[in-house]
């Protein structure tokens, strides 16, 4: 069973996590098209993105402003960044192919690390200023 913007509270096929000062747990689930957010109890607390926005989620990671970034390696390398209650902050896509991709990190310096089935790392430094979408 697959839902367009709401998932279900069971993983599906998780590949990615972070955890926040909140005692919150971050997982990226690829099949559920969304990041889904559980207490360190492992009670579902809510979803973050979902088919249409995060399509394949790689990975998750927590910016320096405390912003939920998800990487989805669907058709190109997309970035969406999320507060952490859920709500959109931007969105950006490269026009970049890359074969499978596995994990995503983040560097001391905020740039993108992204890791490929051809056995190679990519780093995307992206810029965001305010009323202005990311670079990459």
Do not use: W
Not at 88 to 109: I, R
Not at 117 to 124: N, S
């Amino acid at each position: 069973m697959s839902y367009k913007f709401g998932c279900s509270k069971h993983l599906e096929f998780p590949n990615g996590v972070v955890v926040n000062d909140k005692q919150e747990i971050f997982i990226s689930d690829n099949r559920a098209h969304c990041v889904k957010v559980f207490n360190y109890d492992g009670s579902f607390l809510r979803q973050i993105g979902g088919e249409g926005l995060t399509n394949y989620p790689i990975g998750v990671c927590i910016n320096q402003s405390g912003e939920i970034l998800v990487a989805d390696n669907h058709n190109n390398f997309n970035i969406t960044i999320f507060t952490q209650a859920g709500d959109l902050v931007n969105a950006s896509e490269s026009k970049v192919k890359h074969a499978q991709c596995f994990d995503v990190a983040l560097m001391d310096d905020g740039s993108v690390v992204l890791a490929s089935k051809d056995y190679r790392l990519y780093i995307y430094r992206y810029v965001q200023a305010p009323g202005l979408s990311i670079a990459m």
